[in-house]
């Protein structure tokens, strides 16, 4: 086998919009790098090639524009790289920014124009530039391509990713209903601790590199355009490492953060809070790592499927009822921020009724890395992994473009609730759609035949039993 890194910045510059909140934000300072850091692995005449970018999402045509140019350059097909958004909410304007206040002139014409421009639109220069560097660094890794063994194995971390959502006393279900609110009754979903690490290894044992897989939201908040808690992860791996890259993909986060809603200690944002959750989720890689056993892992392959989703529609009652609240200019707020996504929405679905979205297999001998473009729910991404036939199965959101969240139907039932499902440009598919990406993530997984799993390092077992107080035993 051989396999090669490579890391192209993709760091916006100060003055750029910082994407992922609910207002207008602005980068006024730089705290670490965003890069996409690419891997290019080959066996048997196969090459696949794994890309983990520092950005809140991906959008789909700077993928194309990214694929075309690697295959291009390389010949590795379009169809071979996987693209996954960190989801960092520190990075670039790489999906749109949020409105400023509009002028008062919500008339039917203002809202169709607003939608055709795409009136969120994000810097169309830096998504230029990071279509390129996402380039860059395959192009460059697949040049570093040398002779190398992999490793594989998982770990697990419980401690710093939990379930946004929970089940209120009143039978419906809340996002961040607050610390230790009296009226939560349990978390409306699961998390995923699972830590999945390959590692690279050169014949004689240097350390080249690894992918991570991890399922926990960027959104800790470093003081500055940043990676997140992603490079406190990445730093702790290299220094115990002493060197090498790190590729990593997020898993279903699309419910899951780093803030403990039943607990009262202090709130679970800042640099603080992102060392503390990047170096716990990098120490259990690095017990992955020390345990490694390199080895070769084939057969590698892709393969994929595009998906048509639906769009919800806002009723006419509604957009309505929103254009008139926009219209009565009151003050910028909630209200006034979820009757502007209505009224875009409205006019969207007009132009766009329907979504395309890439669901994507990469195989490295027995792990499977299963993408899509959702900014999905825990819960599928682990029916999806029960649905494999792989010993490693990792899923990837966020990858190959950006469809908005895929909630669970509970979730968009009467009983649900919460900002995740609420109707917008952001969450505006039909409740079938996380199924529907569930199904063909597992139909990918099981038209591929897994490799052969290496064996783990074991502990000697001792020949003799010691009882706890013999003289043999307090003399060991």
Request: charged share 20%; aromatic share 8%; proline share 7%.
């Amino acid at each position: 086998m051989k396999v090669g890194f490579a890391s192209a910045d993709v760091t916006p510059s100060i003055g750029m919009e910082q994407p992922g909140g609910f207002s207008k934000a602005y980068h006024q300072s730089i705290h670490d790098p965003c890069c996409a850091k690419a891997v290019v692995i080959e066996g048997d005449g196969v090459r696949v090639a794994l890309v983990g970018l520092d950005t809140l999402s991906v959008r789909e045509s700077i993928v194309a524009k990214a694929r075309q140019m690697i295959e291009d350059a390389t010949g590795i097909p379009g169809g071979n790289v996987m693209v996954g958004a960190s989801h960092s909410h520190c990075s670039g304007p790489i999906v749109g920014a949020r409105p400023g206040t509009f002028a008062n002139s919500f008339d039917p014409e203002f809202c169709e124009d607003l939608a055709q421009n795409n009136a969120t639109a994000p810097d169309l220069h830096y998504l230029d530039h990071v279509a390129r560097q996402i380039a860059t660094a395959v192009i460059e890794a697949d040049h570093k391509k040398e002779d190398a063994l992999l490793s594989i194995g998982r770990g697990h971390e419980d401690t710093v990713a939990f379930n946004r959502r929970f089940w209120m006393k009143d039978g419906t279900q809340r996002t961040h209903p607050g610390k230790c609110n009296p009226d939560i009754v349990k978390p409306a979903g699961p998390i995923d601790p699972e830590v999945g690490v390959i590692g690279a290894w050169r014949p004689g044992g240097e350390f080249l590199g690894c992918i991570v897989n991890f399922t926990c939201h960027g959104t800790t908040g470093n003081p500055g355009a940043s990676a997140d808690w992603i490079h406190y992860m990445r730093t702790c791996v290299t220094g115990g490492m002493h060197g090498g890259e790190v590729v990593f993909l997020n898993g279903a986060c699309g419910d899951v953060t780093q803030v403990d809603n039943q607990s009262l200690q202090e709130s679970e944002f800042g640099e603080k809070w992102s060392r503390r959750v990047g170096q716990k989720v990098g120490a259990e890689v690095l017990k992955v790592l020390c345990m490694a056993e390199p080895t070769e892992l084939l057969p590698l392959d892709a393969r994929q499927k595009f998906l048509t989703i639906q769009s919800r529609t806002v009723p006419e009652e509604r957009f309505q009822a929103s254009l008139a609240y926009l219209k009565a200019d009151h003050p910028e707020g909630w209200d006034r921020w979820w009757a502007r996504e209505e009224v875009l929405l409205h006019e969207l679905v007009k132009i766009e009724p329907e979504v395309t979205g890439e669901v994507q297999a990469i195989q490295i001998g027995p792990a499977v890395y299963l993408s899509n473009s959702a900014e999905y729910f825990c819960q599928f991404g682990l029916n999806i992994k029960a649905r494999s036939p792989f010993p490693y199965t990792w899923v990837v959101e966020l990858a190959n473009g950006c469809i908005g969240y895929v909630p669970t139907p509970e979730a968009m039932g009467p009983h649900g609730g919460g900002y995740e499902p609420r109707l917008c440009t952001s969450s505006r598919l039909v409740p079938e759609a996380g199924e529907m990406i569930e199904d063909a993530s597992a139909e990918l997984a099981n038209a591929l035949t897994p490799g052969i799993d290496p064996p783990r390092p074991t502990v000697p077992v001792q020949d003799q039993v010691w009882e706890a107080g013999s003289a043999e035993a307090d003399e060991v």
